[in-house]
């Protein structure tokens, strides 16, 4: 379980093909305090820590973790996450007693939208988010998406039909904190993107078909 506050960007240093995909994450966390089994939410995508070490140099914070990456997690999540050199929102498992700033967030992706725009808006940033039908039931103004890992509110929410495709557009803000410590604020229109739906929504909507059957 996570929060969606991100608390460090770590870089796949290298990648591995052992029937699942290997990633070797480099990162700012004393992994001599993250256990082996550990999860690790990796842009949206809860990740179990199969290996992990620290930098050799002691003046050097942080070190290195590797997390297995199944062919079902890479069908179901942006394009081209998975590569070398590829920057991660990272987040450590929530612990109990520890303060949830941000809303509940389970690490399982819903579904791949597409930055449509990225615009100035005050101090802030404008971000227009695509999504197909199967998001489009679970979100609402001012309710919680998590976006690559991020816990963020929705701003505006608009259903629209493009080439005879239903699409909900999903409007969010970036204020500049939250731009300068994710990678969300180095994205550009076109940049695919992980969506998890606020989590109380999802059984909102289960409800709801039960209650009309």
Same mark, same amino acid.
């Given at each position: 379980?996570?929060?969606?506050?991100?608390?460090?960007?770590?870089?796949?240093? =290298?990648? /591995?093909?052992?029937?699942?995909?290997?990633?070797?994450?480099?990162?700012? *966390?004393?992994?001599?305090?993250?256990?082996?089994?550990?999860?690790?939410?990796?842009?949206?995508?809860?990740?179990?820590?199969?290996?992990?070490?620290?930098?050799?140099?002691?003046?050097? +914070?942080?070190?290195?973790?590797?997390?297995?990456?199944?062919?079902?997690? @890479?069908?179901?999540?942006?394009? #081209?996450?998975?590569?070398?050199?590829?920057?991660?929102?990272? /987040? =450590?498992?929530?612990?109990?007693g520890e303060e949830l #700033?941000?809303?509940?967030?389970?690490?399982?992706?819903?579904?791949?939208? /597409?930055?449509?725009?990225?615009?100035?808006?005050?101090?802030?940033?404008?971000?227009?988010?695509?999504?197909?039908?199967?998001?489009?039931?679970?979100?609402?103004?001012?309710?919680?998406?998590?976006?690559?890992?991020?816990s963020l509110t929705v701003?505006?929410?608009?259903?629209?039909?493009?080439?005879?495709?239903?699409?909900?557009?999903?409007?969010?803000? %970036?204020? +500049?904190?939250?731009?300068?410590?994710?990678? @969300?604020?180095?994205?550009?229109?076109?940049?695919?993107?992980?969506?998890?739906?606020?989590?109380?929504?999802? *059984? %909102?909507?289960?409800?709801?078909? *039960?209650?009309?059957?």
């Amino acid at each position: 379980m996570f929060t969606g506050i991100i608390t460090d960007i770590g870089t796949i240093d =290298r990648i /591995e093909q052992r029937g699942d995909l290997r990633v070797i994450v480099a990162t700012g *966390y004393d992994m001599s305090g993250v256990d082996l089994g550990a999860s690790i939410a990796c842009s949206g995508v809860c990740l179990t820590v199969v290996d992990k070490g620290v930098n050799a140099d002691a003046d050097s +914070p942080g070190g290195w973790f590797a997390a297995d990456v199944s062919g079902e997690t @890479l069908s179901r999540t942006a394009a #081209g996450q998975w590569t070398e050199g590829a920057t991660l929102n990272l /987040e =450590r498992a929530l612990k109990l007693g520890e303060e949830l #700033g941000g809303h509940i967030v389970t690490g399982h992706v819903d579904g791949i939208g /597409e930055i449509v725009s990225m615009t100035t808006e005050g101090g802030s940033l404008r971000v227009v988010v695509a999504a197909g039908p199967e998001i489009a039931p679970f979100v609402a103004p001012k309710g919680s998406i998590t976006l690559d890992g991020v816990s963020l509110t929705v701003n505006s929410v608009e259903d629209v039909v493009e080439d005879g495709a239903d699409r909900v557009l999903v409007g969010i803000n %970036l204020i +500049p904190h939250t731009a300068a410590v994710t990678t @969300l604020g180095s994205l550009n229109a076109g940049s695919p993107i992980n969506i998890e739906i606020d989590v109380l929504a999802r *059984y %909102l909507k289960r409800m709801e078909h *039960y209650r009309g059957r």
